[in-house]
């Protein structure tokens, strides 16, 4: 009978019954009285299960003594009351069967200290093992669920946009192009021969920025929908926020406008956070012990209380007038860096707030201009701590105003051809946001750096593995 340590811990066997639980070695001590512990994870939930292995297995002193962190083991045993501290069940061991050695524990990347978060990326293929590993792992997977459980819910479709595309859907020219390559008949060292020009079957193609564009047609007709996938920037930043590519959420909203997706914001942001709170109590009071002690009350903060709401020339009057002095001055009509954006969540406000209505001249093609003439329908959801984890707008449905636009910032509209055709067949008002999946994850966790929330991080800086 093979069991999860997640089970054999939370009570799902009886004393006495026999369980064969598989994964790798945290820790081994040895007693004077010949009896060795080693706790044993395999990842189904944050702790590691006890088993007690005493000295007449027969493998005792040649394999179980031997045993060192990052050894994969198969243990069967009886589960017992634990007498330990923390836990209530362990095994009483009745074989332990060694899987794979650690060939050289003294070089084992992982022995069980504290290393750095910059020493764990040096090793993406073994960083899995870690403790913050793996609850940033649970975590991540429960956030994913939750956000479509959210939709899900409340009649959103999931819609599969597409990562190769010949369209910029930010307008902002931060993008990664995608060449057709011939490999196959190239030996693979012999890369100088290869052709890195040529484009993909002869036209020019990139790597999503988003999938806005995309998911829009899909609301002019299924009305509720959303995309979760990777997107992709080539913005060579250095920031412990930024990756080359990261996870998206996108839902978009026909016959809606700015406060339409204000509040469903709000509402993906409390659902989601009190789902984590409820499924992965574990691994968030690690976090909270060892990252960020104020990773619980935060999120609970959050679900119990209404959003700030400001518009973002308010929030210009507010950091002139605060005192502080920023790198960056402010006035209004300057982009928002994130010292800006963090001082308006963490000190002003002291939880995420929501800033509408931004100048025209900083924002996107798509956003829907303001009957001031100055300003756009747009929102971005601060969180203290990291600054903008949220983008979203109100669309431009009008046509002549986007083509108007389109043609102030020099974008060609024939590159915007289908996109300009959702207006000009049935155009609806309709609205939508973005959420930073690993700017999520960071928020939760309170991860310093956006690196450490995804398995295998892409910025300039890192792109083995
Ligand atoms: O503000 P952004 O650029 O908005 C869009 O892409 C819109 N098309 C979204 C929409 O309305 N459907 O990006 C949205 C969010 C940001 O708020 C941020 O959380 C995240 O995506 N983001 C990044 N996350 C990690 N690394 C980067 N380089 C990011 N750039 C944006
Ligand atoms: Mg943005």
Redesign the pocket.
Known sequence: QYAAVKEVLAGRYAIGDTVTVRGWVRTRRDSKAGISFVNVHDGSCFDAVQAVAANDLANYSSEIQKLTTGCSVAVTGQVAESAGQGQDFELQATAIEVLGWVEDPDTYPMAPKRHSMEYLREYAHLRPRTNVAGAVTRVRHSLAQAVHRFFHEKGYFWISTPIITTSD??GAGELFRVSTLDMMNLPRTDKGDIDYTQDFFGKEAFLT????LN?EAFASSLSKVYTFGP?F?A?N?NTS????E?W?I?P?LAFADLEDIASLAEDMLKYVFKAVLEERPDDMAFFAQRIDKEAITRLQHVVDNDFVHMDYTDAVEILQNCGKTFNYPVSWGVDLQSEHERYLAEEHVGAPVILKNYPRDIK?FYMRQNEDGKTVAAM??LAPGIG??????AREERLDVLDDRLAEMNLPAEEYTWYRDLRRYGTVPHA?????F???VAYVTGMQN?RDVIPYPRSPKNADF
Do not use: C, K, N, P
């Open positions: 859907a930010e920025v988003s999938g806005q998911v997107t920037r913005e930043s926020r930024h990756l080359a990261f998206m996108e978009e996107a971005d959801v903008e984890i949220i983008g979203g707008s939508g946001f973005g959420l930073g690993e700017r999520l956006i």
